[in-house]
Nanobody, 125 residues
Framework: QAHLVESGGGLVQPGDSLRLSCVTA????????MGWFRQTAGQDREFVAS????????SYADPVKGRFSISRDNGKNTLYLQMNNVKPEDTALYYC??????????????????WGQGTQVTVAS
């Protein structure tokens, strides 16, 4: 099982930008679907964004459309989440997820086989 490690979280102010990274211990090429999820205390894990079939077929949750962007650098074995114009409601623990399958429903967390440990993003004035 591949090991995923997120980084890039922190405390930022509303309107700021932040980029999260997720590095795979092994080659990222075997992962067909990769995504980002977030979770706050007492809530279910929430879909944020996904990318399928190696830099194609992007999907975004409505609350982040137009503000967040998912991408991957296969040469660096890294998945990114660029977060622009962040809002207090974006505060959460952000997780990277991956699977070798092409998911028809990438917004469902139970479809993913590999998960990182999470990186905390806090948006506050």
């Amino acid at each position: 099982q591949a090991h995923l490690v997120e980084s890039g979280g922190g405390l930022v102010q509303p309107g700021d930008s932040l980029r999260l990274s997720c590095v795979t211990a092994g080659s990222i090429y075997r992962f067909v679907t990769m995504g980002w999820f977030r979770q706050t205390a007492g809530q279910d894990r929430e879909f944020v964004a996904s990318m399928r079939a190696h830099n194609g077929l992007w999907s975004y949750a409505d609350p982040v459309k137009g503000r967040f962007s998912i991408s991957r650098d296969n040469g660096k074995n890294t998945l990114y989440l660029q977060m622009n114009n962040v809002k207090p409601e974006d505060t959460a623990l952000y997780y990277c997820a991956a699977t070798e399958e092409f998911l028809l429903t990438p917004e469902l967390p139970d479809r993913y086989s590999d998960w990182g440990q999470g990186t905390q993003v806090t948006v506050a004035s």
